[in-house]
């Protein structure tokens, strides 16, 4: 793995029901992701929808700053309400238009979603390819991200002095669970290996064969059930209804055990528990049905297609040899053996333990009926897509999996930082810089001279002792000639040392032409230093006038990219820098018109909500040459 050592990184799983952070650190030692804080929020609002929550998530990061790293961005995995998921199974389509086909899916299943078919944020992978002759069985993942919510993230981030590092799907967190276990049993390379995840509003089904993940379900159907069913029991039955967060505490308490004693000790205002706690054995057996169901489904209906030959196809069709199971409820009491009631006879049940993969590997009935492992689950369960996110968000290979690619990295651009700054501390900055020039400068400043200074001793001994030795007489020639192209690079060095202070005026006049109209959000230099030619050097020196000249012209080349409020804007910026005579935009500028877009946000002050209206603009990126001008 292309893991960055020593390096920390900061994760927040946003989940309906919590919001769990970490930061981590891979230890090269133990080949693992060691935790240096964690924490887990929960959630104070009921789940109302994604944009109730949406609005509230500037609550929430505030509450949760004091215990933030500010230093390190924050990189998100977030429940799958935030980023939907679609497997396709694409059966016999032309190998030529694969990558047609998968983008169709993708932009199929944005329309249904209904979000921009051409967000940036839209991606699309395949995940399996099997050749019939000229045609192809294909499975292709296709992940969708609102660039609203990537914009609400944002804002609360920067309103309370946090970085934004990108958004990964959380289908990825489990294929890297995967890819673990692969390493530390080889044996599960070659065995269907099922993963479930019991969420507050849905159960993540996934399924994955010889490296590759074949099946991806997400069930509309979690821990919120618990409530939602044993409140229409009580409507039904005109029982007393108990309210959510006491569903909450009989679940952690009793469990699936239909222990009734611990129950009417809770002191819950229930005549008779027992009904109650069918109830919720009900709903547990419901979801393992849809659990059950799903992998069935794919292994009878899907798997002939997507299999590679019979032997797979055999193996498919026998079933998972081994299921993780992951979720707030695992820890309850009887949970594990509710799910060894379904699943027990025809695979090995593993509790994920994020932080212990060989731990979890090595689980069996006996260990996994202890308490301890209760409270371990019930302290780093949580923590399972953060865990693996923190492995992706590391491992440089695994860098398309952000859905966002503009971020704040940890080290900023420099440039980027004195843009943000307010003018004066911008020309301090850039004072500094200069300084650092001048240093720079005066150090080849000196080199030269001393070499000067050495060739004009050299040839003072050789002219001493010419006396008609022609070899000599030659040597001494060329030395003259070698004194003057080292003046000439001294004054030149030093004419650049002189002028340095023209330089942050060039700079100060090309922000001032910038105008109202134009917003620069990024600004770039590169310069082009100068270097001699000494083929040319003679001819230049016989005559000064000749085209050959040995200096190369010093070029800076500069980028803008930015956004103008009108599309007159960016020629005008354009005539004006060029007529300045410094700077030169030897091609035209690439621009994209942006549409007026309306923004809704709610002000919790006046309790209401506030439309914004963002006028139509243009973007775009300008590329030219700042020519200091050639001294020598």
Not at 30 to 51: F, T
Not at 247 to 275: C, H, R, W, Y
Not at 386 to 398: C, G, I, P, Q, Y
């Amino acid at each position: 793995m292309a893991i960055r050592n020593n390096k920390p990184v900061q994760i927040m799983d946003l989940g309906a029901y919590s919001i769990k952070v970490a930061t981590l650190k891979y230890s090269k030692e133990a080949d693992e992701m060691v935790v240096v804080s964690k924490e887990v929020y929960k959630v104070p609002n009921s789940w109302a929808g994604v944009d109730t929550y949406m609005e509230s998530l500037g609550n929430y990061f505030q509450d949760l700053a004091p215990k933030l790293d500010k230093k390190l961005p924050i990189r998100f995995t977030v429940t799958s309400l935030f980023t939907p998921t679609n497997i396709s199974y694409l059966t016999r389509i032309d190998k030529t238009q694969i990558q047609t086909k998968v983008k169709e899916e993708m932009e199929k299943f944005a329309t249904q979603e209904k979000l921009p078919v051409e967000c940036p944020h839209n991606r699309y992978y395949e995940l399996f390819a099997k050749e019939i002759e000229d045609k192809a069985q294909v499975i292709s993942a296709s992940t969708l991200l609102n660039p609203k919510y990537v914009a609400i993230i944002k804002k609360h981030l920067y309103a309370n002095g946090l970085k934004f590092g990108g958004i990964y799907p959380v289908m990825y967190s489990v294929l890297e669970f995967y890819r673990k276990l692969i390493q530390t049993n080889e044996a599960f390379k070659d065995e269907p290996i099922c993963f479930v995840d019991i969420g507050h509003l849905t159960t993540k089904v996934n399924l994955f064969f010889q490296e590759k993940l074949i099946f991806n379900k997400i069930l509309h159907f979690g821990a919120k059930n618990f409530a939602d069913e044993l409140f229409d029991y009580c409507s039904k039955a005109g029982e007393t209804s108990i309210a959510p967060s006491d569903v909450e505490l009989l679940v952690q308490k009793v469990g699936f055990s239909g222990d009734t004693d611990i129950a009417n000790e809770l002191g819950l205002q229930m005549n008779d528990p027992g009904p109650y706690l069918r109830n919720i054995n009900e709903t547990l057996k419901s979801i393992f049905q849809k659990v059950q169901t799903s992998v069935s489904y794919f292994g009878t209906a899907l798997a002939r297609n997507f299999t590679v030959d019979n032997a797979a196809f055999a193996a498919i069709r026998k079933g998972p040899t081994h299921m993780f199971v992951s979720g707030g409820i695992t820890n309850a009491p009887k949970f594990l053996d509710k799910l060894h009631e379904t699943f027990g006879a025809s695979m090995a049940l593993h509790l994920m333990q994020p932080f212990d993969v060989k731990g979890t590997i090595a689980q069996n009935r006996d260990a996994l009926a202890k308490e301890d492992l209760r409270l371990s689950l019930r302290e780093n369960g949580p923590f399972a897509d953060v865990m693996m996110t923190s492995v992706v968000a590391l491992e440089s290979t695994k860098n398309t999996y952000n859905l966002v690619s503009q971020v704040d990295s940890e080290n900023e651009n420099l440039l980027k930082i004195l843009i943000k700054m307010p003018l004066v501390r911008y020309r301090n900055i850039l004072a500094a810089c200069l300084a650092i020039l001048v240093v720079k400068i005066g150090w080849s400043w000196v080199s030269t001279k001393w070499k000067l200074e050495s060739l004009k001793k050299e040839s003072s001994k050789l002219a001493s002792s010419l006396s008609g030795i022609s070899g000599v007489r030659t040597r001494y020639h060329e030395l003259l000639a070698e004194q003057v192209k080292y003046q000439t690079q001294f004054a030149f060095v030093k004419m650049n040392l002189s002028n340095y202070p023209h330089w942050p005026s060039v700079l100060k006049r090309l922000m001032q032409k910038v105008g109202p109209e134009i917003k620069v959000n990024q600004l770039k230099f590169n310069s082009e230093q100068p270097s001699f030619d000494s083929n040319k050097y003679r001819r230049w020196k016989e005559d000064p006038t000749t085209k050959d000249n040995p200096w190369t012209q010093r070029k800076i080349t500069f980028r803008i990219d930015g956004i103008a409020l009108s599309r007159q804007a960016v020629p005008k910026l354009i005539e004006d820098l060029k007529a300045l005579g410094s700077f030169d935009i030897p091609k035209p500028p690439s621009t994209k018109f942006i549409p007026e877009q309306v923004k809704k946000t709610f002000d919790r002050v006046k309790n209401q909500d506030i439309i914004e209206t963002v006028a139509a603009h243009y973007e775009f990126s300008l590329e030219g040459i700042l020519s200091i001008g050639n001294t020598i």
